[in-house]
């Protein structure tokens, strides 16, 4: 079955960077968008960035400049590096990919189980 799961994450300072990671697995036939949203206690889960097949970002506006998302097709992986994290960056991040099933080919959003990130003195 298809699953995506992350990696990466854990306790960091204040200014510190993680870099997360997110592999898709099982009987995929083609994955277009990928992207990271993130859910903190109490709030929504909310867009930290967003990636297309072909590598063009886009970033939620508080994400700017201190976030960086990729890909590796060929490893059918997500990167988000974080940097100059402050402690309202504090959340369980979560993987989301648009994939086609070989069993299906019927398109659909798959998440992952997510990754804590923690920003603490």
């Known amino acids: 079955q298809v699953r995506l799961v992350e990696s990466g994450g854990g306790l960091v300072q204040p200014g510190g960077s993680l870099r997360l990671s997110c592999a898709a697995s099982?009987?995929?036939?083609?994955?277009?968008?990928m992207g990271w949203y993130r859910q903190a206690p109490g709030k929504q889960r909310e867009l930290v960035a967003g990636?297309?097949?072909?590598?063009?970002?886009n970033y939620a506006d508080s994400m700017k400049g201190r976030f960086t998302i990729a890909r590796d097709n060929n490893k059918n992986t997500v990167y988000l590096q974080m940097n100059s994290l402050k402690p309202e960056d504090t959340a369980v991040y979560f993987c989301?990919?648009?994939?086609?099933?070989?069993?299906?080919?019927?398109?659909?959003?798959?998440w992952g189980q997510g990754t804590q990130v923690t920003v603490s003195s």
């Open positions: 990636i297309t097949r072909d590598g063009s970002p």
């Open positions: 989301n990919a648009e994939i086609r099933p070989r069993q299906t080919l019927m398109a659909g959003h798959y």
């Open positions: 099982g009987s995929i036939f083609s994955i277009n968008a």
